[in-house]
């Protein structure tokens, strides 16, 4: 049982550039979330999902998108990288039955120049 | 829109002494839930505790406590007796009840623990 994974762990963009980030869970949970994390900052929602095909925007969705095929992916893609967009990108995903019970991933730092 | 406040950006603490973090939240809703998360270095985030609303009972788990005055809109976090291990950053955060998908987080504390 791996809980939630996320790669890379590290990447560096240059402006303009694309890259999709890849979380993974293997816990049958229905909700997903991508949050940022800039420094001295806290997590900021960026998009979630609720279940596979069904996804939502949250505070900060501009410059990216996802999608969820299956209960277990849910990738995040940036497109048109910017410098606005150099942060830490961490993954979650949670139960049901557990509204608060979140599981993080490990977090992947992107830094656009 | 919601807003969470952590106005120390790094406090410290002697091992087995007390430390207080405090946050203030801003909202127009009656009802929703308050939590303290933990991130250690390794950056998972860690629920630390929980307080719904409208319990008017301050919710405790093991040494950590919080003390939730919701007039105020401040809702600090207690940790007694202090370990080496609790050293970490704090973030407070906010959920509604009619939305648990939308999770409001503050600038968090960067707790440092002295032998």
């Known amino acids: 049982n791996a809980g939630v994974t996320q790669t890379p762990k590290f990447r560096i963009l240059k402006i303009g550039q694309s890259m999709t980030l890849q979380c993974a869970q293997d816990m049958n949970h229905n909700y997903m979330y991508w949050y940022r994390q800039d420094p001295g900052m806290g997590l900021k929602l960026i998009y979630y999902s609720v279940g596979a095909g069904i996804t939502d925007k949250g505070e900060v969705p501009n410059g990216y998108n996802v999608s969820r095929s299956t209960t277990e992916d849910f990738p995040l893609r940036l497109e048109l990288a910017a410098p606005s967009q150099t942060s830490v990108y961490f993954c979650?995903?949670?139960?049901?039955?557990?509204?608060?019970?979140?599981?993080f991933g490990p977090g992947t730092r992107l830094t656009v120049l | 829109a919601q807003t969470v406040t952590q106005s120390q950006p790094e406090m410290s603490v002697q091992e087995a002494e007390t430390v207080t973090l405090s946050c203030t939240y801003d909202?127009?809703?009656?009802?929703?839930?308050l939590f303290w998360y933990k991130q250690p270095p390794s950056r998972q985030m860690i629920l630390v505790i929980r307080?719904?609303?409208?319990?008017?009972q301050n919710a405790t788990e093991n040494r950590f406590s919080v003390n939730f005055q919701k007039a105020a809109k401040s809702f600090s976090l207690k940790i007694s007796d202090s370990q080496l291990g609790d050293a970490a950053m704090y973030f407070c955060?906010?959920?509604?009840?009619?939305?648990?998908?939308?999770?409001?987080f503050g600038s968090g504390t960067k707790l440092n623990v002295k032998p």
């Open positions: 955060a906010y959920r509604s009840e009619y939305n648990f998908n939308k999770f409001y």
């Open positions: 909202t127009s809703e009656s009802d929703y839930y």
């Open positions: 979650a995903s949670k139960a049901g039955g557990s509204p608060d019970t979140q599981y």
């Open positions: 307080q719904e609303a409208y319990k008017q």
